[in-house]
């Protein structure tokens, strides 16, 4: 599936539209350059999850892992960036959910992480800097 984003809206609109389209125990691999737009379309997609547009969900830059509670069932958003080695993404429990969906940012950090990945979405800034190009893949 290819998609322009362009601009918060359709961003969030998209988030809405994976929302329904994931399922338990999928990790979805949210991949592209800084500021490509990876944690805007977690955080669209998380709040449409728990039904409520006002949640507040941080990037997990520092904590490295936010939980939610949500209708559709448990979610983790990770962001791997600031992992010095690989195996520290084990102590995270991202692969040990099936009955939740695991969001992770910079996967290529933990190659075993982003081999388990359901879903690769991939996100760049075109030429010009408007919007987004999005590119989704489920294996």
Not at 12 to 34: C, Y
Not at 38 to 57: C, N
Request: no cysteine; hydrophobic share 45%; charged share 25%.
């Amino acid at each position: 599936m290819q998609r322009y984003l362009a601009d918060d809206d359709a961003t969030s609109a998209f988030g809405q539209e994976l929302a329904v389209m994931l399922r338990p125990g999928d990790i979805v691999s949210l991949e592209g350059e800084l500021g490509a737009g990876k944690s805007a379309l977690a955080r669209a997609t998380i709040r449409a999850l728990a039904r409520d547009a006002d949640l507040e969900v941080p990037s997990p830059t520092f904590a490295l892992v936010q939980p939610y509670e949500t209708p559709a069932g448990p979610v983790l958003h990770a962001d791997l960036y600031r992992l010095g080695d690989a195996a520290e993404a084990d102590e995270l429990g991202l692969l040990d959910t099936d009955n939740g969906v695991v969001f992770v940012e910079w996967a290529e950090k933990a190659p075993h992480v982003q081999d388990a990945a359901t879903i690769i979405i991939t996100l760049a800034i075109p030429p010009g800097g408007e919007g987004r190009a999005l590119s989704l893949r489920r294996q």
